[in-house]
């Protein structure tokens, strides 16, 4: 089962490296099987599109670059040229096609079909007005971005089920032993 925890399509795909800044980041893609089944649980297609190790390599370098131009507007750097040119490349492709049935939207398409739609939030994402509210998760060593939608700009964490509760939690702990008043 792959995590969705900031509920941003571009921004949950660039979190499937996990703990960026460790000596050994965790790797949920760890092959075309695992990429298939995220697309499913994440609501981009319907069916596994059968990805392949192509497919696998294509959709690392995306995320790479995905995440690269997030971590340029949190540094308020400018973004690389090159990460734009991938970005780009893939929102310029079929994304997945729906249709509306009985029984609600049905979404198919190719490996290649869900990257361009996962390239396509991507843009929107960092084109629009959500550009200015990414954040870092609070929890030293996510490093999942996130869009602080809450008002006032208070969302610590990428998600309170899993990074919120474990940071109060560790807080509850220390208390108790007295390490923190
Ligand atoms: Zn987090």
């Given amino acids: 089962m792959h995590a969705f925890p900031c509920g941003t399509l571009a ?28 697309f499913v649980e994440g609501g981009v297609v ?18 790479e670059a995905i ?13 690389s040229p090159a990460d734009v ?4 490349r893939w929102a310029d492709s079929s994304p997945v096609s729906l249709a509306l049935e009985a029984e609600g ?3 198919s398409g190719s490996a290649a079909a869900c990257l361009s739609t996962v390239a396509r939030n991507a843009v929107e994402l960092f084109g629009g007005p959500d550009a200015a509210l990414l954040r870092e998760c609070g929890r030293p060593g996510c490093t999942q971005v996130y869009v602080d939608r809450s ?3 208070r969302r610590e964490w990428c998600s309170m089920r899993t ?18 008043a």
């Fill in 11 to 38: 921004l949950d795909f660039a979190g499937t490296l996990r703990a960026r800044r460790d000596e050994r980041p965790r790797e949920m893609l760890e092959d075309a099987r695992a990429l298939d089944l995220w």
């Fill in 67 to 79: 995440y690269a131009l997030a971590e340029a507007r949190l540094e308020e750097r400018s973004s």
């Fill in 105 to 107: 939207i049905r979404r």
């Fill in 85 to 88: 040119a991938v970005l780009n």
């Fill in 163 to 180: 990074c919120g509760n474990r940071v109060k939690a560790a807080h509850f702990r220390a208390r108790q032993r007295g390490v923190v």
């Fill in 151 to 153: 008002r006032g700009g």
């Fill in 46 to 63: 319907d069916a596994a599109p059968q990805a392949d190790p192509r497919d696998l390599a294509a959709a690392v370098e995306l995320r």
